[in-house]
T-cell receptor, first 111, second 112 residues
Framework: DAKTTQPTSMDCAEGRAANLPCNHS???????VYWYRQIHSQGPQYIIH???NNETNEMASLIITEDRKSSTLILPHATLRDTAVYYC????????????FGTGTRLQVTL | DGGITQSPKYLFRKEGQNVTLSCEQN?????MYWYRQDPGQGLRLIYY???????QKGDIAEGYSVSREKKESFPLTVTSAQKNPTAFYLC???????????FGSGTQLSVL
């Protein structure tokens, strides 16, 4: 599976959009981009995933560049409850056993 | 969580003792997973099971054992052979051939 690179930490003011980047320059054609988040002392939570088209759900939007080498998770109106570690994962295997949760991006939402 | 119950939330182990962490699910998912998380680190896969009565080792299975006698249950035993067991343990489920994981709320294991 392709390796991902994320910033270690980011800050965002409450009410503003939080844009979390992820680089996956070695992604192959059949690999999906997944995003999870982990609030302190809880289990990770699935947010969204996509292959090549932009995706949106009730939690967030996922923007994947045309060459698929990077993506951005967008939380349109961040709240204090969005403070968490966000994991970007790339995988193609069709099984969760191969998901690799690295250290992710620690997003701090502030007043 | 929501359909995945891990217990207890906090567990203490004495030297040389085996302890068992419980994971129960009512999501009717075939696949179940155990992860370990150390402070400030990502998740590492210990064991997983995609069907009853079958399971596979993950990346760090040494010192751990599991069983899958029922679809709903996937207990993890931390044996005395695991010399550094202090960590946050997470159970997860998924439909087979699906990367969308559902996680429990975790068990914090500490050594006395």
């Amino acid at each position: 599976d392709a390796k991902t690179t994320q910033p270690t930490s980011m800050d965002c003011a409450e009410g503003r959009a939080a844009n979390l980047p992820c680089n996956h320059s070695t992604i192959s054609g059949n690999e999906y981009v997944y995003w999870y988040r982990q609030i302190h002392s809880q289990g990770p939570q699935y947010i969204i995933h996509g292959l090549k088209n932009n995706e949106t759900n009730e939690m967030a939007s996922l923007i994947i560049t045309e060459d698929r080498k990077s993506s951005t998770l967008i939380l349109p109106h961040a709240t204090l409850r969005d403070t968490a570690v966000y994991y970007c994962i790339v995988t193609s295997t069709g099984t969760a056993s191969k998901l690799t949760f690295g250290t992710g991006t620690r997003l701090q939402v502030t007043l | 969580d929501g359909g995945i119950t891990q217990s207890p939330k906090y567990l203490f182990r004495k030297e040389g003792q085996n302890v068992t962490l419980s994971c129960e699910q009512n999501l009717n998912h075939d696949a179940m997973y155990w992860y370990r998380q150390d402070p400030g680190q990502g998740l590492r896969l210990i064991y997983y099971s995609q069907i009853v009565n079958d399971f596979q080792k993950g990346d760090i299975a040494e010192g751990y054992s599991v069983s899958r006698e029922k679809k709903e249950s996937f207990p993890l035993t931390v044996t005395s052979a695991q010399k550094n067991p202090t960590a946050f343990y997470l159970c997860a489920t998924a439909e087979v051939r699906n990367e969308k994981l559902f996680f429990g709320s975790g068990t914090q294991l500490s050594v006395l």
